[in-house]
T-cell receptor
Framework: DTEVTQTPKHLVMGMTNKKSLKCEQHMGHRAMYWYKQKAKKPPELMFVYSYEKLSINESVPSRFSPECPNSSLLNLHLHALQPEDSALYLC???????????FGEGSRLTVL | RKEVEQDPGPFNVPEGATVAFNCTYSNSASQSFFWYRQDCRKEPKLLMSVYSSGNEDGRFTAQLNRASQYISLLIRDSKLSDSATYLCVGILTGGGNKLTFGTGTQLKVEL
């Protein structure tokens, strides 16, 4: 059982849609992360929030917009995505940044 | 050169075999390392942290060799359920102290 919860588990969206991925952790961790993972590749870092502030943006296109409403929640807002953005989006948290990561089960996104 | 490198495999081994994976890193000042396990279409899960003195957890042993800049994972008496991708992860100093993933090594344990 994971202590990092992600919703939805699956999402299919068109290129003109706006959707959001949500992540929640109740471990009191101070760092939260978004990773993107394509098949047979390792997770690729997108964003890091440290103490609710964006600390790392790995040159991610603006069609991905992160938000950290509080220390337990992390959102990823999606708008005008491309088919190549289809991937598994993983949320993770760590007690301090950087540190041992605890991953959610991921949101599998398909962009049509 | 990639910051963290692994042999992608696949490693196909019979049940009961001992198998070892190595992972090399480029930054000699790197701080901490971990091995994660990822099953197909699942999230990565921490297998073990890697300490300079080496650490063992049941059938799994992890070692860190700072002089040669590699870490290793040894799996003894491998089980069918050990089949997965094993990801080497390092916290590399410089570049924002980020966690850096290796490409992963695929293990298939067969009857």
């Amino acid at each position: 059982d994971t202590e990092v919860t992600q919703t939805p588990k699956h999402l299919v969206m068109g290129m003109t849609n706006k959707k959001s991925l949500k992540c929640e952790q109740h471990m009191g961790h101070r760092a939260m992360y978004w990773y993107k993972q394509k098949a047979k590749k390792p997770p690729e870092l997108m964003f890091v929030y440290s103490y609710e502030k964006l600390s790392i943006n790995e040159s991610v296109p603006s069609r991905f917009s992160p938000e950290c409403p509080n220390s337990s929640l992390l959102n990823l807002h999606l708008h005008a995505l491309q088919p190549e953005d289809s991937a598994l989006y993983l949320c993770a948290s760590s007690q301090e940044p950087p540190g041992e990561l605890f991953f959610g089960e991921g949101s599998r996104l398909t962009v049509l | 050169r990639k910051e963290v490198e692994q042999d992608p495999g696949p490693f196909n081994v019979p049940e009961g075999a001992t198998v070892a994976f190595n992972c090399t890193y480029s930054n000699s000042a790197s701080q901490s390392f971990f091995w994660y396990r990822q099953d197909c279409r699942k999230e990565p899960k921490l297998l073990m942290s890697v300490y300079s003195s080496g650490n063992e957890d049941g059938r799994f042993t992890a070692q860190l060799n700072r002089a040669s800049q590699y870490i290793s994972l040894l799996i003894r008496d491998s089980k069918l359920s050990d089949s997965a991708t094993y990801l080497c992860v390092g916290i590399l100093t410089g570049g924002g102290n980020k966690l850096t993933f290796g490409t992963g090594t695929q293990l298939k344990v067969e009857l």
